[in-house]
Every structure is written in C-alpha cells, then in structure tokens.
Nanobody
Framework: QVQLVESGGGLVQSGGSLRLSCAAS??????????MGWYRQAPGEQRELVAG???????KYADSVKGRFTISRDNAKNTVYLRLNGLKPEDTATYSC?????????WGQGTQVQVTA
C-alpha cells in the first residue's frame, strides 16, 4: 500500500505562484524509484496529466503547463513537488498526486487550486 498526502493548494491571483507537495509513505515505497505524477481535474472536465517524473529524473509536462510548472522530488523526504508559476484562471482545478507501484495506481485526496482573474 502507498499513502499520498497532498498539500499547498489555495486561492491565488492570476500570475501568482504556488508549490504543491505530495508526501508519500508505504513499506518499501520510494518516490525515487517509482513513477510519480500530478493530475488535475476541473469541474465538469476530465482528469488530465499535468506532469510526471520518472526514475532517473526524466520529466514530462502537458503542453498547457510547459514553461510554467515544474515537477521535482526530494528523495530524503519521500516527497514530490509541483511548482506552479504564472498561474491562469484556467489552471483552477483539484490537483492530485499519483503513484504507480507494483502494478497498481495510488491516489491522494487532492488539493484545490483556485486562480482568480
């Protein structure tokens, strides 16, 4: 089992920044050796992949956030981060952390990000 706890969401004005955190725990689980991702879902919309980080530190981003968002991890803290810069109202959504481990996907409870114009 893997537990993921997100934090860092909030209300921010357009152009502002936030840093989301995803603290992972679970026997034998490490963010360093497993695929981790941040997804988001806006009301009435499908969930979409925002950013992913792979063992070896390869990262990938949705086109809509490239150059504005940065995914990273702290192996010692077993935590993955998502830095959100240049926020836009269309970034408003619930952001969730995801881990793929031993053939299963695990999700956190999500953290809300609201961007006002």
């Amino acid at each position: 089992q893997v537990q993921l706890v997100e934090s860092g969401g909030g209300l921010v004005q357009s152009g502002g920044s936030l840093r989301l955190s995803c603290a992972a725990s679970g026997i034998g689980f490490s963010v360093m050796t497993n695929v981790m991702g941040w997804y988001r879902q806006a009301p009435g919309e499908q969930r979409e992949l925002v950013a992913g980080i792979y063992p070896g530190s390869t990262t990938k981003y949705a086109d809509s956030v490239k150059g504005r968002f940065t995914i990273s991890r702290d192996n010692a803290k077993n935590t993955v981060y998502l830095r959100l810069n240049g926020l836009k109202p269309e970034d408003t959504a619930t952001y969730s952390c995801n881990a793929y481990y031993r053939g299963r996907y695990f999700w956190g409870q999500g953290t809300q990000v609201q961007v006002t114009a």
